[in-house]
């Protein structure tokens, strides 16, 4: 039976685990904090936990008045001036928690049913390949104890942690990191988050919503300056509209605890002040003290391990999946790279990780999803592509709902009519963006999408209303 051994439980992990026991290998997974990984215990499953509730303040605070909603206490309906709305964060983040600790317990359910041993401790690949071939794993318990595993394969799924500035270091109670928030019982009346990447935007519009002041610290010209430029612009005129304080073109230097209150140092010299302040300024992956490099395992100069498109590092033998590779830091890239590493190592049929047909989203409000080629490889000149946005305010959904940001964008091929990429601004984008997806990984042309019937009236609609508008330009060039 062949033996497999998985360092790390997080989505690559746990994933590569269920594939490999299902193939019929011996699989042990060994991982020190429960299985899920950051991603479930305090990342991803908590933070859209979070999030969840911030989005119904939201919703409720952006629509109630036009669509007819009297909200009062004892005060008659027509003298009541303001919305009587608010959050207990202490009770929000217990149920944070408990959801989180509940789908780490069914993640370790569904691998043991599967086949699969569970160890915690923390693992080391020690540094000589043995003449068969195989590796041999040290496994240290939390009570100090060791023991060796032989595999005939490893699998490195130890994520990321928070990174830290050094003149910034999080005090678990003030100043915070994404892992810490958790942990408040109280919503900060005042908060700075510091970074505007996906985890620094999400945290800010939750929070804004849930009722902090929330000011955002920018060391770029616009927040989210990965996602593209016509999301970004959206996403920002909102967070301004709503009374966030978004400073551009502004690096934290330090963050100091001053009494009750945070203080901000930015490298100009300016002081900003709050009751909390959260560092969200990246990650860095957790390979340090894993005996990889000694094992022939390459890894970048940030930590990273380098891996191909089917998983495999620099090392016969060793695998690699998630954050600690720096592929694409989502779970489900995560999860297809476990599972990829595992078809492949078993001989079974696999085709190499594409990170052309992911999709993906940021969770704000609104949400902001894309899939396939971007704005940026278009501009550039990476790809040539003829581009059509619709605002949703001319979807009649989105009228009744009282949405008014947003669109919808998709890009395609000029002479098939292929598509290749697609963005959606949009209440649950996450879900919009799925018929682009699937038209993205089995090149479908706009004229399909166009053909194909949506539901009257529903936001999907402005989908295939792009794809007609793109599949009539189309006709027109040809003609």
Request: one cysteine or more.
């Amino acid at each position: 039976m062949t033996r497999i051994v998985i360092i790390g439980g997080g989505p690559g992990g746990y994933e590569a685990a269920l594939v490999a026991a299902q193939l019929g290998s011996e699989v042990t997974v060994v991982d020190c904090d429960g299985l899920g990984g950051a991603s479930v215990l305090t990342d991803c499953v908590p933070s859209k936990t979070l999030i969840a509730t911030a989005e119904v303040m939201t919703t409720f605070d952006s629509s109630y008045e036009e669509l007819g909603i009297i909200v009062a206490d004892d005060t008659p309906p027509m003298e009541q001036a303001a919305r009587v709305v608010g959050v207990d964060l202490g009770k929000v983040n217990r149920r944070v928690k408990r959801l989180a600790l509940a789908q780490s317990h069914d993640i370790t359910a569904s691998v043991t049913r599967a086949g699969g041993r569970v160890m915690r401790g923390h693992g080391r690949v020690e540094p000589q390949q043995s003449l068969d071939g195989s590796r041999r794993v040290i496994v240290r318990a939390v009570d100090g104890t060791e023991q060796t595993l032989v595999a005939d394969a490893v699998l490195v799924a130890t994520g990321a942690h928070p990174r830290e500035i050094p003149d910034a270091k999080p005090d678990g109670e003030r100043i915070l990191n994404w892992t810490q928030v958790y942990d408040l019982d109280e919503l900060p009346k005042e908060l700075i988050v510091v970074g505007s990447g996906v985890t620094g935007a999400e945290f800010a519009g939750a929070y804004q919503a849930l009722g902090s002041k929330v000011t955002l610290v920018s060391s770029r010209d616009r927040v989210l300056p990965g996602e593209d430029p016509d999301a970004a612009a959206v996403l920002e005129d909102v967070f301004r509209r709503r009374g966030m304080n978004v400073m551009s073109r502004s690096r934290a230097q330090a963050a100091k605890r001053v009494g009750d209150r945070v203080e901000v140092t930015l490298s100009d010299g300016r002081v900003i002040s709050g009751t909390h302040c959260l560092m969200a300024v990246g990650s860095i992956p957790n390979t340090a003290d894993m005996g990889l490099e000694e094992a022939g395992v390459k890894l970048a100069e940030s930590g990273h391990i380098l891996t191909d498109k089917v998983s495999r590092t620099s090392a016969p033998g060793i695998y690699a999946a998630g954050d600690c590779t720096g592929v694409l830091a989502l779970a489900s890239v995560a999860a297809m790279q476990g599972r990829i590493a595992m078809y492949h190592f078993l001989g079974d049929a696999v085709a190499p990780l594409n990170l052309k047909t992911v999709s993906a989203n940021v969770f704000t409000d609104p949400e902001i999803a894309t899939v396939g080629y971007s704005q940026a490889d278009v501009d550039g000149g990476k790809i040539d592509a003829r581009v059509v946005k619709l605002p949703l305010l001319r979807n009649p959904r989105a009228k009744m709902q009282g949405i008014r940001d947003g669109f919808v964008k998709i890009f395609c091929r000029p002479g098939t009519g292929i598509v290749v990429g697609g963005v959606v601004v949009a209440p649950r984008a996450s879900e919009l963006i799925h018929p682009m997806s699937l038209a993205v990984d089995n090149n479908l042309t706009v004229e399909q999408i166009a053909k194909a019937f949506t539901v009257y009236p529903s936001l999907s609609g402005s989908v295939a209303e792009v794809a007609r508008q793109l599949h009539t330009r189309k006709t027109q060039e040809e003609s």
